[in-house]
């Protein structure tokens, strides 16, 4: 056993812990946030994307390794590129086969066939790994020390930090993509009035399918980091992240990519420190709670202020 540290190195570890894990649930709901600002319905498909390209990159980086005889850097480009073309053409068939036809129809249609879709990709992964996992060699994992307690170290690995940076930049890159570009405008119009947007000559069609397949996008590029970091994503591992997102946006913060990400990276965070102090199988029941309660008190809020 190690060496005990001290409250305040603790805490910092799951601090640092929780910063990791929070910079996927960012980019996972920065891109949520895109669609759902569009569709203003929930998309259960998100996360189901999301664990799509983690596993479409884990299956081509071990066919590039075991049958190409790829180095691993070669490998993993490999599963990178595959990844994001297969995320991108399932978001694209999404866009147009499920979610343009049903967006102006009621809610409920859109939550049960993005469900399908969810659930569709899950087999399609299931599938393809013959029911069985298959595990990423440890990449990046040399440690970097943040601070030293005594004998304890405050660590990340190195691949932790990669994938921060990674999120980082591309959160930053989509943001400004949002605010300078025609397309961001063009987005902005159709989240506050597509009528209004179309007969002011917005290209409705095009700005969607654009934003579904950028969004599908991020939640790819968040599925690798995570394969990538763990070595691994199971089955049913997107419906749980697309779930936390969807939380997050359901309280509000879905009207901005940027404010979504935030929170999810709080959500990141939390989850750390639950770890940290307490048991861990009951972390996803205790988060959902939190979740829940914040939700049912914003509607408590909401209902009061109409009524003033």
Not at 33 to 62: C, D, E, K, S, W
Not at 260 to 273: D, F, K, Q, R
Request: proline share 3%; aromatic share 10%.
């Amino acid at each position: 056993m190690g060496p005990a540290p001290t409250p305040m190195a603790y805490f910092l570890q799951q601090i640092l812990n929780g910063v990791h894990i929070g910079a996927i649930y960012a980019l996972l709901a920065f891109g949520y946030a895109m669609t759902y600002g569009v569709l203003r319905r929930a998309n259960l498909a998100h996360g189901a994307i999301f664990a799509f390209g983690g596993q479409v990159g884990i299956l081509a980086t071990v066919f590039g390794w075991n049958v190409l005889w790829l180095t691993l850097p070669a490998a993993l480009g490999f599963g990178v590129v595959l990844a994001f073309a297969f995320a991108g053409l399932a978001s694209h068939l999404i866009s147009r086969a499920v979610l343009e036809p049903l967006r102006t129809g009621n809610p409920n249609t859109i939550v049960a066939a993005t469900l399908g879709v969810a659930i569709v990709l899950m087999e399609l992964g299931r599938l393809a790994m013959e029911s069985r996992d298959l595990w990423l060699p440890p990449i990046l994992a040399r440690t970097i020390v943040f601070w030293r307690d005594g004998a304890f170290l405050v660590t990340l690995t190195a691949i932790q930090l990669v994938d921060i940076a990674i999120v980082i930049l591309s959160i930053a890159i989509a943001a400004i993509w949002l605010v300078r570009s025609r397309f961001g405008r063009d987005w902005r119009a159709i989240c506050d009035d597509p009528l209004a947007a179309a007969m002011c000559g917005v290209d409705a069609r095009r700005t969607f399918r654009t934003t579904v397949v950028a969004s599908g996008m991020l939640a790819a590029m968040a599925g690798v980091l995570a394969a990538i970091h763990f070595g691994n994503i199971s089955f049913d591992t997107g419906l749980v992240f697309g779930l936390k997102v969807l939380f997050v946006a359901a309280l509000g913060l879905g009207g901005s990519p940027l404010a979504a990400a935030l929170g999810a990276a709080g959500v990141g965070i939390a989850e750390s420190l639950w770890t940290g102090y307490f048991a861990g199988e009951w972390r996803d029941a205790g988060i959902f709670s939190a979740l829940i309660l914040l939700l049912v008190l914003r509607s408590v809020d909401l209902a009061r202020d109409r009524n003033v």
